[in-house]
């Protein structure tokens, strides 16, 4: 058997608007690399397949005018081996969701592995998904497509909704399971699942007792010692903090966002970035900022961006962003070393957009601005005006110039020097953007007035 190509590849999410003319064309195509070529990949048996069933597909809506314009299941509701809808879709050891009949035949041409991740598979065992199987009826019906024979008997919302309900509870009593396969095997479902089902994601809040369950393994300290599992179970914290009513369910959980905050430091890249970013879902509601904050998110959070790994580094950032629009957690940030990293970082001109955002809402702290000019901002961030093409970092450079030089006459000087030079602040005040402007023409009325004191003094 031909291993499959990903869904998305091989089900477009469009409607079917190839001609005859198109689909045979692809097909030629595919077939010539096959006929011509000298170690064509498995890929292209493939992607001849898919195109000789798109043009059947076609052949038979031109048969029928009335379903010409059909809309073709979402990938996900595709076999990944067969390219058809599933009828008795089933989760293997990898996570995998595959129809039945077609993994089956998989394991019976004695492959042990799975087809998509190529992992080799710890059991073969099938566990049906029956949220999924609930969800393809649903779409059936919604599209006016004939139900595969085996899902002829799930059918209404209320039965969807059941075998939604049911196979949470099912999944959930696999993840407190005390064999590790049985474990990992379920949280890498609740991960797919939550990313690619909304469906999925808003019975967490419907289900009372299922986001306690998810965590459990959090709390009891199993997940520790299986960065796997923990990846997987944070992403799916993750992925159900996106549904709006959940935000607020996952922060009344009193053990979530103390999680979401350990597993900042421990686990995989991946593990500390979803966390981040699971952090900056929950901040999105004020009322989760202050808590998040108090709860002690800020240092490690800071932390992560002091280290340096792209991805986490960006969310982390994001998160901290979001933290700080309130008073209280500026002041946290500062008093966790976030100026002396974030300085650090912008001189490495790493990150800037976010890092100088962030640098500018500090800038509202007194500790902040007084660490800042005595860590050398004003020369750093006169460069940056310079040097920048973007003009929001420019924005934020002046914003926070402007606060130093209303609080550090000394600085001053360095300003004016730079602006005797180049005019720096005086072109800003000219070509920025309208709140960059109103600070440059502040900064060059307190030079002027400085300055106009200081010859006075002199003079008299």
Not at 188 to 193: D, H, V, Y
Not at 236 to 242: D, G, H, M
Not at 396 to 408: A, D, G, P, Q, R
Request: charged letters at 25%; a negative charge; aromatic letters at 4%.
């Amino acid at each position: 058997m031909a291993k499959p190509t990903t869904p998305d590849k091989g089900v477009p999410e469009t409607k079917t608007t190839a001609s005859d003319v198109e689909l045979k064309t692809e097909l030629r195509k595919a077939v010539q690399s096959i006929v011509e070529g000298e170690d064509y990949a498995l890929e292209d048996t493939d992607r001849a397949m898919q195109s000789l069933s798109s043009l059947k597909r076609f052949l038979s809506m031109r048969s029928s005018p009335e379903s010409v314009s059909v809309d073709l299941p979402p990938p996900e509701f595709v076999c990944p081996i067969s390219g058809k809808l599933m009828s008795d879709p089933v989760v293997i050891a990898s996570g995998q969701t595959y129809d039945r009949p077609s993994i089956q035949e998989w394991f019976a041409d004695g492959n042990l592995t799975c087809p998509q991740t190529e992992e080799v598979l710890s059991h073969t065992s099938l566990i049906p998904n029956l949220l999924l199987k609930g969800l393809i009826v649903r779409w059936c019906k919604e599209n006016g497509a004939d139900l595969p024979t085996s899902l002829l008997d799930v059918e209404g919302d209320t039965a969807t909704a059941n075998v939604g309900h049911a196979h949470l509870s099912s999944v959930l009593d696999r993840l407190s399971s005390l064999s590790v396969s049985d474990r990992a095997m379920a949280a890498k479902e609740i991960r797919q699942l939550t990313k690619k089902s909304p469906d999925f994601r808003a019975l967490f809040g419907e289900v009372t007792d299922a986001i306690p369950r998810l965590v459990e393994p959090l709390s009891s300290g199993i997940a520790e010692n299986d960065p796997d599992l923990l990846e997987d179970l944070i992403t799916a914290l993750l992925n159900i903090s996106i549904h709006g009513d959940n935000k607020k369910l996952l922060a009344e959980n009193s053990a979530v966002i103390p999680l979401m905050i350990k597993a900042l430091r421990i686990g995989t890249v991946a593990t500390r970035s979803n966390a981040a970013a699971a952090l900056f879902s929950l901040a999105s509601l004020d009322s989760n900022k202050q808590k998040i904050g108090e709860l002690g998110a800020l240092k490690p959070l800071i932390e992560l961006v002091e280290e340096g790994h792209p991805q986490a580094m960006k969310d982390a950032a994001t998160a901290i962003f979001s933290l700080c629009l309130t008073r209280e957690n500026k002041s946290l940030a500062v008093d966790n070393g976030a100026v002396v990293i974030l300085m650090n970082k912008i001189r490495e001109h790493v990150l800037m957009d976010e890092l100088l955002s962030i640098l500018a809402l500090l800038s509202t702290i007194q500790q902040a601005i007084d660490e800042m000019a005595e860590l050398g901002a004003v020369p750093l961030l006169l460069e940056i005006i310079k040097e920048s093409k973007n003009e929001r970092n420019k924005e934020n450079c002046v914003v926070i110039l402007h606060t130093i030089c209303y609080n550090h006459r000394q600085k001053l000087r360095e300003v004016k020097r730079e602006e005797d030079a180049n005019r720096t602040i005086s072109e800003l005040a000219k070509s920025g953007t309208s709140r960059a402007k109103r600070k440059a023409n502040g900064i060059l009325d307190r030079l002027d007035r400085f300055f106009a004191c200081a010859s006075s003094s002199n003079t008299a």
